[in-house]
């Protein structure tokens, strides 16, 4: 039995996880084209929840609805959809579960095609090879915008705590806005928002405040957040070690570590050395450099794939909290069966259909395990058997469907 993962871990604020198995983040993509959240997405939580990881991380939820990131991406800016809302935090009501819905801007990430424009700190374009045309160059933020999200991320999370959600996490990850904001190759104002280090974390610090401020001192709030870019000129180890740290100070309640952008998807282990892959977790030297100088419990997402590895982890007291995600699309019930001591270790395929520009950019891996959250969303059983060519005909019937019906 996995005694370090069974543990409860009580947070900062003083809400307390059940056990140390997080499922991390993943979108969805299932809502339709008004970006409403909707019965398919209730019915996925459901099955999350019966598979007992303490705590459920949703897929990125938007604050804006002229910046969303993919065309079945949920938007909460207002409480038009309070009741829908309602009925999904529902999922865990009456059990000692958490869910937080993540909250993110996408800045310059945002899919072109569905955006008239797109914002971030610097008129920088997204440059993934290949895909290039699916991005377009954004329009650097005015101040006034600037403080127009930071507010909407605080009007976000307040809506999601009434709606009886657990807690929100803040996507400062991954290269959307807040993680532009950081790095220096996305982020090159000459204002208060940009430069030094102090000028690039003012923004990620006062969502965290103005979130703060409106949920008040009881209520979860982590953030996802880079361990690096890995990219030359790019968010640093040591700037993140440096943010994470003020993130502390300032009263986070769980900070999670991943890495990477769209442009090196390194949070997926795309580019990552076997090496690497092969001692699982990707992102391990750096949590086990900043843990000891952290109050705030420490989650590690990317790679974990045997028990008895994440079992060290927390026995070392590297890390407080193991995140999965790719593996819950296929096994939802996988925190339930590696509590219970019935599962020592997951697989799951890397799918590749023979295109590199797809293949390299973490396209097909990423299609392929949304094709599994959509089945779980439908009702159906995943099945891990099925092969990369069904992620074309999945992605061009989505695509269909949505201009089509409005919905998947
Ligand atoms: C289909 C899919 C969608 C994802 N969407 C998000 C997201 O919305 N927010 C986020 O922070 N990470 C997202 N991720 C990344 C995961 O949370 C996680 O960091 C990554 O998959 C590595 O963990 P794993 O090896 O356990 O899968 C997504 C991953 C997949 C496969």
């Known amino acids: ?48 929840a019966e598979g007992g990881a303490g705590l459920i991380l949703t897929g990125n939820v938007m604050v804006n609805r002229n910046a ?11 409480k038009s959809d309070l009741d829908m809302l309602k009925k999904w935090a529902a999922v865990v ?27 971030a700190p610097s008129a920088i374009k997204t440059d993934v090879k290949g895909l290039s045309i699916l991005f377009k160059t954004p329009q650097p933020l005015e101040e006034s915008e600037i403080l127009d999200i930071i ?5 976000t999370a307040l809506i999601l705590k009434e709606a009886g959600f657990t807690g929100v996490q803040i ?39 103005n979130i703060r401020r409106k949920v008040g001192d009881d209520f979860p709030i982590g953030i996802k957040i880079n361990s690096a870019d890995f990219q030359r000129g790019g968010f640093t180890e040591e700037e993140s070690m440096e943010v994470v740290q003020l993130l502390d100070q300032e009263g986070i309640d769980l900070i999670e570590v991943s890495g990477g952008t769209y442009e090196q998807p390194a949070m997926i282990g795309a580019n990552v050395r076997e090496s690497t892959k092969a ?31 994440m079992e060290d982890a927390l026995a070392e007291e590297e890390l407080d909290v193991v995140g999965i995600a790719r593996p819950f699309t296929v096994y939802p ?14 697989s799951v395929p890397t799918p590749k259909i023979g295109m590199k520009m797809l293949d390299s950019t973490g396209f ?23 092969g990369a060519s069904g992620v074309i005909w999945h992605n061009t019937s989505v695509m269909l469907k949505k201009l089509v019906f409005g919905r998947v």
């Open 1 to 48: 039995m996995p005694a370090y993962l069974q543990k409860e871990l009580i947070l900062p604020c003083g809400a307390i996880l059940a056990n140390r198995i997080a499922k991390s983040a993943m979108s969805e993509n299932l809502s339709p084209i008004n970006h409403k959240p909707n019965e398919p997405i209730i019915r996925l939580y459901q099955r999350w």
């Open 68 to 78: 969303i990131a993919e065309p079945g991406n949920i938007l909460v800016e207002d």
């Open 93 to 119: 009501k009456n059990t000692n579960l958490h869910l937080w819905p993540q909250i993110n801007h996408p800045g310059r990430q945002a899919m072109g095609a569905i955006n008239k424009k797109v914002y």
């Open 151 to 155: 507010e909407r991320f605080g009007n």
């Open 171 to 209: 996507h400062a990850a991954h290269g959307y806005l807040v993680s532009q904001f950081l790095s220096p190759l996305t982020n090159q104002r000459t204002d208060q928002w940009g430069g030094n280090l102090e000028n690039r974390a003012r923004f990620v610090i006062e969502i965290y405040r």
């Open 279 to 309: 001692r699982e977790a990707y992102f391990i030297d750096y949590v086990g450099k900043i843990r000891k100088s952290l109050k705030a419990p420490l989650m590690l997402t990317g790679g974990f794939r045997t028990v008895s590895t």
């Open 333 to 346: 019930d996988l925190a339930k069966d590696i509590l219970s001591g019935q599962l020592d270790q997951v």
């Open 364 to 386: 097909v891996d990423l299609k392929w395990h949304e094709i599994h959250i959509h089945r779980l969303g439908k009702g159906k059983t995943p099945n891990p058997n099925l």
